[in-house]
């Protein structure tokens, strides 16, 4: 049987639903005891390239106790259920200790939900998302969860997966990009077989709603040293978040300035970016190091910018995905004058670029994977067209 939702009340959180990272190199997979009065949940999976549809499903999850255990499997689990991840487990891992639902991250969890897990971390919930998981044999990977009536169901965010996000790689599709009055960005995909039939192209629209879901709703305070960063952000990474948190250090309030996709398709071409303004916008969001995001800021950084925003510091990483190429002038002219630049050194060099080249590399077993996968995800939608699973 199902358990019914709890409600939280999460007192001690710097605004609802945050988690502070409990963490540390000292402590990884070490059982920390659970204080009286806590509600302690946990969800599981791969989260591969960890998308805002992850991070909405944390976002609930969050919401419903006081702290969050967040169960990631190896590479060699999910090639053995999944196929091959983009991201490896390392990463993985680091993309998940960064979003700010988050409160611990267990390395190397079962594909198969253990009980004995549960009982060792002290869990008192474990949730998922509508899409249930099933095993090698077909049975639901949460049924011993179901059993002890510790389970829990949250509503899936519908026009995005990494199945998806593969599909626009290996395709070299426009159709998710938010289109300007005077542009049209459809392209011919590149590639052949069902697989161009079956994959649908998402056109993901936020809503208010969903901004304020995933806002700090928190303004910096008099004082506040104001670090400004700017970028696309596309297939928000480990990557972006090592250089967030750098930038944080720098600082006291974080604004993270997002390019739209014209800017981001002028700098880079093909069919970048990958993931639109909007999708690019929640995922920065999600993010524990972001304290404010700003939509569709100019790629030459401005005095008027600067002003507005009362900047103190602009930040940039030593590595990235965009390119000068198409700007006569340096973008950050203007900081570097006001000495207030600073290049910070990407110690992880991750790009979406490379995420691509690795999926390109691989292209034949990705195929595969999308073949494989597409018919399920449909499946799953159709099944969940029946549920009444509400989003929290």
Partial sequence: MLASIPR???????????????????????????????????????????????????????????????GIHTDEEVMRFKGPPIMHHEERYAAARACKWVSRVIEGAPYVTDVADIEKYEIDYVVHGDDMSTDLNGNNSYQAIIDIGKFLIVKRTEGISTTDLVGRMLLVTKTHHTIDDDESTETTPKSS????????YSSYLTSSRKIVQFSNQKAPKPGDKIVYVDGGFDCFHCGHAAILKKAKSLGDYVIVGVHTDKVVN??????????????????????????????????????????????????HGSIGDLSNASCENDPYAVPKEMGIYTELESENPLTTTSLIDRVIKHRLAFEERQRQKIPKDKKIKEQNENTNVQEI
């Fill in 193 to 200: 077989g069902a697989m161009v039939a079956d994959t649908t």
């Fill in 266 to 315: 002028e700098q880079q071409g093909a069919n970048y970016p990958i993931m639109n303004v909007n999708e690019r916008v929640l995922s920065v969001l999600s993010c524990r190091y972001v304290d404010e995001v700003i939509m569709g800021v100019p790629y030459v950084v401005t005095n008027q910018l600067l002003s507005q925003l009362n900047v103190a510091v602009v930040a």
């Fill in 8 to 70: 939280a009340t999460d007192a001690d959180a710097k605004y609802p639903g945050f988690k502070e990272l409990q963490d540390t190199p000292e402590n990884i997979n070490q059982p920390i005891p659970k204080p009286a009065g806590v509600i302690r949940i946990w969800v599981d999976g791969c989260f591969d390239m960890l998308h805002f549809g992850h991070a909405n499903a944390l976002r609930q999850a969050a919401s419903l106790g006081h702290e969050l255990y967040v």
